[in-house]
């Protein structure tokens, strides 16, 4: 049995666990234990690779036995099912650790509010489209803490959610300005934001609040439609 062999009969039982465990759960061993893990962009970084490793070392195996490739494959089942995830957990957890430093160093290299700028000056030319390709790909981010960038997306999707009378963009508006209002809520113009997504989802006692709040301010860019809103809404309880 030759050097290749060796390793293939090692990796084939951790690379199918681990795929096993992947797809019963739908993330990575260590999501609940690295922190960047548990973001949605991570969460199947166990997936693939263990499948090119299980089918690889598979491939090897299988050359050199087939019995030997079905002791590994019905032995793996059976470990997994007593006692595996714990050893995969450690199997996986220094390549794991070791892409999760690089994964933080990449995230924190993103400059949110650079990209909020140039976004601010895409939906003042109306191009609304342009911001949610620009934008969306960073919002769930979890160092992302910046509320110029929700903001600005959240306008985005509002507009479009106007221009085409669909309500789902105007529910992602509202979760922007929501993150924005919830990271500042003593802009205004957060507030005014807010309170325009919530009316549109039929969240009408937020916005009655929100807009209230907002007149208090006594913010003026949008005070006249603020106060025309806030009478509808006070007046649609009495019908």
């Known amino acids: 049995m030759g050097f290749l062999e060796i390793i293939s009969i090692v990796i ?20 609940d234990r690295i922190g960047m893990f548990r973001s949605e962009e991570f969460r199947s970084i166990v997936f693939f690779p263990s499948l090119i490793l299980m089918v690889a070392s598979g491939i090897v195996v299988l050359f050199y036995s087939w019995i030997l490739l079905l002791g590994l494959f019905v032995g793996t089942a059976i470990i997994f099912q007593l006692f595996g995830k714990f050893l995969l957990i450690r199997a996986w957890y220094l390549p794991l650790r070791v892409l999760d430093k690089w994964a933080k160093k990449k995230l924190v290299a993103v400059d949110y509010q650079r990209l909020a700028l140039r976004a601010e000056q895409l939906n003042i030319q109306g191009n609304y489209r342009a911001v949610v390709k620009l934008l969306e790909p960073y919002a ?15 306008i985005a999707y509002g507009k479009i959610g106007s221009q085409l009378q669909d309500i789902a963009f105007w529910q992602k508006a509202y979760d922007c300005h929501k993150n924005a209002y919830r990271l500042d809520s ?8 807010l309170a325009m997504a919530a009316t549109w989802i039929g969240h009408y006692g937020e916005a009655k609040e929100l807009f209230a709040k907002y ?3 006594g913010h003026r860019r949008e005070r006249e439609l603020a ?13």
């Not at 003593?186 to 934001?193: C, H, L, R, S, T």
């Not at 106060?227 to 019908?239: G, H, S, T, V």
């Open 12 to 31: 084939f039982p951790i690379s199918l666990g681990s795929f096993q465990l992947a797809v019963e759960q739908g993330r990575t061993p260590l999501s």
């Open 186 to 193: 003593n802009e205004p113009m957060y507030m005014f934001n």
């Open 215 to 217: 007149l208090e301010s």
């Open 140 to 154: 769930k981010r979890p160092n992302n803490n910046n509320t110029s960038f929700f903001n600005e997306l959240g």
């Open 227 to 239: 106060i025309d809103i806030l009478k509808k809404l006070n007046a649609m309880q009495y019908m």
